[in-house]
């Protein structure tokens, strides 16, 4: 079934998608190629706001809308998860015995999270400590606009860095 214009007086067919609201992209009507033109030229988003709201706006848009933290902020779940990383409350890493791995001690998810920090299979802790802070400031969402491909590496960095922790306190 094909759908009509919803131009007035319009008989021609419809495929083309017209918003009727501006805030809801799931509402609208189909329009002739004439007739999307021409509601095209007159679309303006912003008619209905002042310049404050327009700049407020366009800065939103940076972030896709969504609130974010910056990576000094207190609530910011990096920031928690990258103290909490390196703050060895117990004292367990400054223990000799804890200081370098041993390859025979490495499991296959070991290898793989080292890999993913890109470090050889005989690092010490310290190494992997340094090199997760350097991957953290590198890949963080704040530092690369938002960026979900960013942010996915650092997930995985994050879980890592959280396998080869677990492996040390074995």
Same mark, same amino acid.
């Given at each position: 079934?094909k759908?009509?214009c ?9 495929i083309?998608?017209?918003p009727?609201e ?14 999307i033109?021409?509601f095209n030229?007159?679309?303006?988003y912003?008619a ?7 700049e407020?706006?366009?800065k ?6 969504k609130?974010?933290?910056?990576f000094g902020?207190s609530?910011?779940?990096f ?6 990383? @390196?703050?060895? +409350?117990t004292g367990i890493? !400054? &223990?000799?015995?804890? =200081? %370098? ?5 490495l499991?296959d998810k ?12 005989d ?7 340094k090199?997760?802070?350097? @991957?953290?400031? +590198?890949?963080?969402p704040? !530092? &690369?606009?938002g960026? =979900? %491909?960013?942010?996915?590496i650092?997930?995985?960095?994050t879980?890592?860095y959280?396998?080869?922790?677990v492996?040390?306190?074995?």
């Open positions: 079934m759908n009509i919803d131009w007035s007086k319009c008989n021609k067919i419809g083309y998608k017209a009727i501006k805030d809801n992209s799931k509402k609208f009507r189909l329009l002739c190629l004439e007739h033109k021409e030229k007159s679309w303006n912003f209905d706001m002042n310049n404050k709201e327009i407020n706006f366009v939103s848009d940076l972030t896709w809308h609130p974010t933290k910056s902020s609530e910011n779940f920031r928690i998860l990258w103290l909490n990383a @390196l703050d060895d +409350k890493f !400054k &223990n000799s015995d804890f =200081k %370098k791995f041993n390859r025979s001690n499991t070991d290898k793989d999270a080292l890999k993913i920090l890109g470090l050889k299979n690092t010490n802790w310290s190494d992997i400590q090199k997760f802070k350097i @991957l953290v400031k +590198k890949y963080h704040d !530092k &690369n606009r960026s =979900k %491909k960013y942010e996915d650092l997930k995985k960095i879980l890592a959280s396998q080869l922790r492996s040390m306190n074995k």
